[in-house]
């Protein structure tokens, strides 16, 4: 065989190599794109996504914070919380507990308010059922502290019409002598605090 022969052999056969190469490449691609293509894919439904995306974003705060006093009105708000799904809070505070439910709003908030008990660690825990199960959502712990200030407003030994009556003349003004809970203003929290303080 000569020389120019061998080279055009080895070039058909370097051809053929190739095309074998290309087809077993070809069908092993369409092999991977069937096997893909009868999986089946799992879908998660848009609540289910949003049920998930509340789980993650679910949290609660207290205002005013930091509470002070007992009989002090407090807020507590949340939000992120699945919406069209009770939410089963539990409380407990150095008195005792309770539990109750709320109807989230169709953003997802909920809010109530509470009056404080003894001065201690308040501790509330926010559940939601998800399959079946009642999962945990948020939790939010907060002191209560005493407040250091007497509702004895003019330092007459008892809490009475007086009191009230300065009171009632600094509603809604800074003045630090009446702001019992010492949240900045003088308010309704001020004013149940003089009311669970009362002489008469």
């Known amino acids: 065989m000569k020389a120019d022969d061998l080279v055009k ?7 053929q190599y190739i095309s074998y190469h290309k087809q077993l490449d ?26 998930l995306e ?12 930091p509470v002070i006093g007992r009989g002090t009105e407090y807020t507590v708000t949340g939000s992120g919380f699945t919406t069209n799904e ?34 201690g660690t308040y501790k509330i825990d926010a559940y939601q059922r998800e399959r079946n199960k009642l999962v945990l959502k ?16 003019n ?12 009171l009632a003349s600094r509603w809604g003004t800074r003045d630090p002598d009446a702001d019992l809970n010492g949240n900045g203003v003088v308010d309704i929290f001020d004013a149940s605090i003089m009311a669970s303080n009362w002489d008469g």
């Not at 409380?91 to 953003?107: H, I, Q, R, T, Y």
């Open 54 to 65: 509340a789980r993650a974003e679910a949290m609660m705060s207290v205002i005013p914070n």
């Open 86 to 119: 009770w939410v089963s809070i539990s409380m407990a505070d150095p008195g005792c507990c309770m539990a109750f439910n709320l109807w989230p709003s169709e953003s997802g908030s909920i809010s109530f308010n509470r009056l404080t008990g003894d001065p």
């Open 138 to 153: 948020a939790t939010l712990s907060f002191e209560v502290i005493e407040s250091s200030k007497s509702a004895d407003i």
């Open 9 to 15: 052999e080895s070039v058909r056969q370097a051809r």
């Open 155 to 166: 330092d007459d030994g008892v809490v009475n019409i007086f009191d009230a009556s300065i």
């Open 26 to 51: 070809i069908f092993i691609l369409l092999g991977v794109l069937i096997i893909l293509l009868t999986i089946p894919l799992t879908v998660i439904s848009v609540n289910q996504a949003r049920s």
